[in-house]
């Protein structure tokens, strides 16, 4: 968050955002399951401006072998932004922010995958930002769900992320790139949606209690708008496969 | 070292009495490429960008336009580069990491196949001479492998720079983003493996597993020669079969030519 810059009006006079939003209202979102032939499950995503594609490898042995749980499956989860994905070019290759987003988006699923099926496994998790416009980590979450449930990984439950935040004063759902850039806060969450609780939450900026609440509530709500769109896809994918086409 | 694959024996033997028949396991010619297609500006934050799709093969190539300081011996030249990188998302065999072998072989066959051609007016980059210039960085993504992987970065490589914009209005906003000036040569590239005897052009996943050796040629509208490489294993060429197969890649070029046709920014 860089803190409101006063030359930038983020909410108009009625209340509108930038691009016509209401303030609990999602950018569009749109995903297709079973993108790629070599990933054993895969997903593209297209939220906004974000293009997002997901691929999980495994269960498979784990390597390096001292990586690996004797008891339980252990899951990576790479998150890697493409180069010509934002404006400035990104240097390829890691770096802290993107190894933190794995970190917690890996835990995040560590809570709905069935581990202890797979002892010294990996469920290996890899998705790509093609095209950046705030929301990637969500996006990654929400596209790499699909992909594991294309897998046939077993899991508990489906896994939504979505952002909620504050810009322009007010509290509003899934930050477009100018609120993200110049707004007030941004909280980032994932759930899992079989038993509503949270999986993924980060927050930074400057949010009164009463704020974080009803950014909690967007968010949550966002979800759940969000595992619709999910289970939309891979009915469609299954509908593809029965008909014989995939 | 990594999740390796490894091609069975009976599928190997498969392959290789197929191409002694002169037949391949998804009934092509020999001569013959899969179904490809060209995406052109798929990406918005990019100065240019294609996808390519080969078979199943898949890669997204995208340019970005930086000013940067010329180097010492080309004062009045832009720059450029060119990354590849095997991303872990295309095959449960790639890793992440910095680039290795292959990946590097790769970026540097795009990036002469590009350089030598001279596909890019570099002079036409110098903002100043001896202090400004237009550095264009083109990196390409490997989102799904099923084989030649060359062709197809060198493909998405060619469309996304003919794509591309100067974004001069970033620095200048008075002016107007223009297109990349592109020379009017094209080189366009044909990768053929060698199994046994016989040469095939765009191999397939099984086909490079199993050829013994690969040959890169980029050829031009005129039919001129504009790059090769041998790679790809311990086999070897004669000298028929290397002249041939230059023959061959200006015969197939053309059609590769064609999908390229239309894409300016």
Redesign the interface.
């Known amino acids: 968050m860089m803190g409101g810059t006063a030359d930038i009006e983020l909410i108009d006079k009625k209340g509108k955002r930038l691009d016509g939003r209401k303030a609990d209202e999602m950018r569009p979102v749109t995903i297709e399951a079973g993108v790629?032939?070599?990933?054993n499950g895969?997903a593209y995503l297209e939220w906004g401006?974000n293009?997002v594609?997901?691929?999980v490898?495994g269960p498979?042995?784990a390597?390096p072998r001292h990586s690996q749980d004797a008891t339980k499956a252990i899951v990576n989860f790479?998150y890697?932004m493409?180069?010509?994905?934002?404006?400035?070019?990104k240097r390829?290759?890691?770096d802290r922010r993107s190894s933190e987003i794995g970190k917690v988006a890996a835990e995040a699923f560590a809570n709905v995958i069935v581990l202890e099926q797979f002892p010294r496994a990996s469920v290996?998790i890899?998705?790509?930002i093609?095209?950046?416009?705030a929301g990637t980590r969500c996006a990654a979450i929400t596209a790499a769900s699909v992909a594991l449930a294309d897998a046939g990984i077993p899991m508990k439950g489906m896994v939504a992320s979505c952002a909620a935040g504050k810009a322009g004063g007010k509290v509003v759902l899934d930050l477009a790139q100018k609120e993200d850039n110049f707004g007030e806060a941004d909280v980032p969450l994932a759930m899992n949606m079989t038993t509503g609780e949270v999986v993924l939450l980060q927050m930074d900026g400057d949010l009164s209690p009463k704020e974080f609440e009803t950014a909690l509530d967007y968010a949550m709500k966002g979800c759940k708008d969000i595992y619709e769109i999910q289970k939309k896809a891979l009915l469609t994918r299954y509908q593809r496969v029965i008909e014989g086409e995939a | 070292m990594?999740?390796d694959i490894v091609l069975s024996d009976i599928k190997r033997d498969y392959v290789h009495r197929l191409a002694a028949e002169g037949r391949r396991e998804d009934g092509r010619g020999f001569l013959e490429f899969r179904n490809v297609e060209v995406r052109p500006g798929?990406?918005?934050?990019?100065e240019g960008?294609a996808e390519v799709l080969l078979g199943?093969t898949?890669v997204?190539a995208?340019?970005?336009m930086?000013i940067g300081t010329p180097y010492p011996d080309t004062p009045d030249k832009g720059a450029m580069a060119t990354?590849v990188?095997l991303?872990?998302?295309?095959?449960?065999d790639f890793e992440?990491g910095?680039p290795r072998e292959k990946a590097i072989e790769l970026g540097r066959v795009v990036d002469r196949g590009i350089r030598e051609s001279g596909l890019i007016d570099m002079k036409a980059l110098c903002i100043e001479p001896g202090e400004k210039i237009w550095m264009a960085?083109i990196?390409i993504?490997i989102?799904?492998?099923?084989g030649n992987l060359f062709d197809a970065c060198s493909l998405a490589a060619t469309a996304a720079l003919l794509d591309a914009k100067v974004p001069i209005s970033q620095v200048d906003e008075t002016k107007k983003d223009y297109p990349l000036p592109i020379s009017e040569i094209i080189p366009i590239q044909t990768t053929f493996a060698k199994l046994g005897d016989a040469i095939m052009v765009d191999p397939s996943l099984n086909e490079e597993q199993c050829m013994d050796v690969r040959l890169t040629v980029s050829t031009d509208q005129n039919g001129n020669i504009r790059a090769m490489q041998k790679g790809g294993g311990s086999g070897s060429f004669s000298r028929d079969e290397i002249l041939e197969t230059c023959r061959k890649a200006r015969d197939i070029q053309v059609g590769l030519r064609s999908l390229l046709e239309g894409i300016r920014a």
């Open positions: 790629l032939k070599r990933a895969s401006g293009k594609l997901a691929g490898f498979r042995e390597i790479r890697n493409a180069p010509f994905s934002v404006d400035d070019r390829p290759g890691p290996d890899v998705v790509e093609l095209e950046a416009a | 990594g999740h798929i990406i918005g934050k990019a960008s199943s898949r997204l995208g340019v970005k930086i990354g990188e991303n872990p998302i295309a095959a449960p992440s910095p960085f990196d993504d989102l799904d492998f099923d």
